[in-house]
């Protein structure tokens, strides 16, 4: 069976996108009807929209599909969750990792669920606090766990390739609730996602 690639776009909003890339093309001094670059603010229209998609999404109703009754009372962890997002400030690239761990109060979530959610609120205008926060605290409302912690590891490209163009600077953030704001369960989360146990 051939490979078959479908993407759906909402076509009152690219063309208005369309609109806004066209000007912006002819505004930086480049010739918008360029053959290379005709088609240009079409496929930036789509790819706007598909980076911004978090919108259109509910972080709660993903994760309410898949909770579980389970006894299991110990520490899951979902290390190493690629992201990535847009700085609100400039419209670049951050990208990175997401670790998440939580301690489950009678509740489970399907593990697929988790790398969902990291994207539902990293396809959004973003900056990286507010996202480690988007995630823990749907997590923590929805499951309503013993504990939650959220650590994000990301480099930005508004940091790299413009202003003070640091090239290798990373930016860590973090958020602790019930049983992670305790330094003993804390240390065991960090050591977890600091190892490896290949």
């Known amino acids: 069976m051939a490979y078959k690639y479908f993407e759906q776009y909402h076509d009152e909003t690219t063309e208005t996108l369309k609109k806004g890339y066209q000007d912006i093309i002819g505004a930086i001094g480049e010739n918008p009807d360029r053959e290379g670059i005709v088609k240009t603010p079409d496929r930036a229209a789509k790819a706007m929209q598909f980076l911004t998609q978090g919108y259109e999404m509910d972080a709660e109703k993903i994760l309410k599909k898949a909770v579980f009754n389970e006894t299991y009372d110990e520490m899951v962890v979902v290390k190493d969750i690629e992201l990535y997002s847009l700085c609100e400030h400039h419209m670049l690239p951050f990208f990175g990792k997401a670790h998440i761990a939580y301690i489950p109060n009678g509740k489970i979530i399907g593990l697929s669920k ?25 997590l923590n409302k929805t499951l309503q766990p013993k504990g939650v912690a959220v650590v994000i590891e990301a480099v930005h490209l508004c940091m790299m390739m413009r202003g003070v163009q640091k090239q290798n600077s990373a930016t860590t953030t973090s958020g602790f609730r019930g049983q992670f704001q305790k330094i003993e369960t804390r240390n065991e989360f960090l050591k977890l996602i600091s190892s490896d146990l290949k």
């Not at 609120?121 to 996202?131: D, G, H, S």
């Open 114 to 138: 988790l790398p969902r959610i990291v994207d539902v609120f990293a396809r959004r205008l973003q900056v990286q606090e507010r996202l480690t926060h988007n995630i823990l605290e749907c």
